[in-house]
């Protein structure tokens, strides 16, 4: 259970996160057998202390603080305060002793007012177990590991990598952006998740309690349950991973902002991701390769000059925009390098086996991912 940080209750510090602890512990909490009326202290939380929960704190005082172990009422004692809940005081040393099993590990953020359930070593460990088995760099896979750690020494959580959320084949890259559903804005090649240096971490199964205090069953990893209730709390759990993930102890980087699961393992602003991917092209396969963006350019295997051939969904897609007039050209071109003739003009089945080798020097750099680097 974790420690409020200042007093709560009639002229209280009433730090949000304290509050909303202090509420989950009075829904809780049940009157002792034979007072009215029977239940809980409180039936809802939204961690700001008002009225209703000042005269809780005296409800629940009056029942099982300020009582004599015989049963006698209005006994004082020394290390509690009337109206006031204090840290380690003697009325939040009862809250603790009544609070059923199930809520013993009540947890908040701190700037938070959502209180969760922590999760177990064991949950952790099955997390670190998944990561275990899915696809990363090695470097950055211990950097995923150590992130799942930390978020759940220093708040209890079991965080976990999202689906999709290890090494992405091109493939997946591309029909992840296909989808359209804002998941990604990179093309096949063209991520750092294609290079298991990126990896999204989310909340899955974050048993937080709802506003009358039972646990959200199945929240997903992207906290959608949290987040249809408030969005500003749901920021909070994301900052909580954005700040353990970029800290010290574990030392990776984000991406874009507004990507919230997102941690990679290098500081991609100042790189061009179309830049990079070219090299790996021209590194794996037999043509020259760069990036002019938002399209790729390549010497088509010719040896000579340079030529528009598209986006890389539309490469991968066997879309390349290289029309058959600049295939054309191009053949022409290297054919009077070597001094020979020119061939006749591309057909389009010259153009649809040139969109076959460009797609082809794609799968080499998808098999080759591991030989990717960021400069
Ligand atoms: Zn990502």
């Not at 990893?221 to 010290?248: D, I, K």
């Not at 590194?283 to 010719?302: H, I, K, T």
């Not at 066997?318 to 191009?330: G, K």
């Amino acid at each position: 259970m974790q420690m409020i940080t200042a007093s709560v209750g009639e002229s209280g510090s009433n730090v949000g996160t304290d509050s909303a602890l202090v509420q989950v512990m009075l829904m809780k909490v049940t009157r002792p057998p034979g007072l009215q009326p029977p239940g809980p202290y409180l039936n809802s939380y939204d961690g700001d202390c008002g009225p209703k929960t000042k005269a809780a704190i005296r409800a629940f005082q009056n029942d099982q603080v300020f009582v004599s172990a015989a049963g006698l009422q209005s006994v004082p004692n020394p290390n509690a305060k009337a109206g006031l809940v204090r840290p380690g005081d003697a009325t939040w040393a009862k809250l603790i002793a009544k609070l059923p099993a199930d809520f013993a590990g009540l947890r908040a953020l701190p700037g938070g007012k959502i209180v969760y359930l922590a999760a177990s070593p064991a949950e952790l460990q099955a997390r670190l177990g998944a990561v275990a088995a899915m696809t990363f760099a090695p470097a950055f896979r211990a950097k995923v590991q150590a992130c799942l750690q930390r978020l759940h020494q220093m708040h209890g959580i079991a965080a976990g990598v999202c689906p999709q959320g290890d090494r992405r084949t091109f493939q997946a890259q591309y029909a992840l952006l296909a989808q359209g559903t804002g998941v990604t804005n990179a093309g096949p090649g063209e991520s750092n998740h294609n290079f298991g240096m990126a990896t999204d971490i989310g909340f899955a199964g974050l048993r937080w309690l709802r506003s009358a205090g039972q646990p959200d069953p199945n929240e997903t990893p992207w906290l959608h349950h949290l987040t249809a209730q408030s969005n500003a709390q749901a920021l909070v759990f994301w900052e909580a991973l954005r700040s353990v993930g970029t800290g010290a102890a574990v030392g990776a980087f984000r991406g874009p902002l507004s990507d919230r699961p997102h941690l990679q393992n290098w500081n991609d602003a100042n790189v061009s991701m179309g830049g990079r991917l070219a090299a790996l092209l021209q590194a794996s396969g037999n043509m020259r390769w760069s990036y002019a963006q938002p399209v790729y350019r390549s010497d088509l295997g010719l040896g000579g000059a340079m030529f528009d051939v598209g986006s890389a969904s539309k490469i991968w897609n066997l879309e390349s925009t290289l029309t058959q007039a600049t295939l054309t050209q191009a053949r022409a071109a290297a054919a009077a390098a070597n001094k020979r003739p020119a061939p006749p003009a591309a057909s389009a089945a010259d153009q649809a086996a040139m969109r076959q080798s460009l797609r082809a020097q794609f799968d080499l750099a998808d098999t080759h991912w591991e030989a990717w680097t960021p400069q």
